[in-house]
């Protein structure tokens, strides 16, 4: 009986020291991202290259593919592989621009003379929604 406590309570502080290992080196990388990045470009953000995503999960295109003479079925699903993979490549832009936009936001938060409890909640708010909207992608 004993041994099935210290089995789990090894498990437990394993698991611990790893969470702990990867928190500080998420930190650590955190850390050097920052100092990659100018002001300038933290602030760049246009939703105009995100204009193409409306149309890459719409089926108007598949079905008009469909309507083709010579159409198979292994064209519709490289056709699809491929919208994927573009439609992935947009997400990953989307996730650094949203960083990068909220980084902006925080640096803004931090070296405000004025504490703004609000605005520290607001992006509180707007990163978890993110994060939930892009795990229901």
Same mark, same amino acid.
């Given at each position: 009986m004993y041994l099935y406590w210290l089995i789990a309570v090894a498990g437990l502080v394993?698991?611990?020291? *790893?969470?702990?290992?990867?928190? *500080?080196?998420? @930190? *650590?990388? $955190?850390?050097? $991202?920052?100092?990659?990045?100018?002001?300038?470009?933290?602030?760049?953000?246009?939703?105009?290259?995100? @204009?193409?995503?409306?149309?890459?999960?719409?089926?108007?295109d598949v079905q008009f593919l469909q309507s083709q003479p010579g159409y198979t079925p292994e064209i519709g699903r490289v056709f699809r592989r491929q919208r994927r993979r573009v439609f992935r490549g947009y997400l990953g832009c989307l996730k650094r621009d949203f960083g990068r936009l909220y980084l902006a936001a925080k640096l803004v938060v931090l070296y405000s003379s004025v504490d703004r409890l609000d605005l520290?909640?607001? *992006?509180?708010?707007?990163?978890?929604?993110?994060?939930?909207?892009?795990?229901?992608v």
């Open positions: 394993f698991a611990s020291l *790893l969470f702990a290992f990867i928190w *500080l080196f998420s @930190r *650590l990388v $955190r850390r050097e $991202r920052l100092s990659a990045f100018s002001v300038d470009q933290l602030t760049v953000f246009s939703t105009a290259k995100y @204009r193409p995503l409306e149309r890459l999960l719409d089926d108007d520290v909640k607001t *992006l509180a708010v707007a990163r978890f929604r993110f994060a939930v909207g892009m795990l229901r």
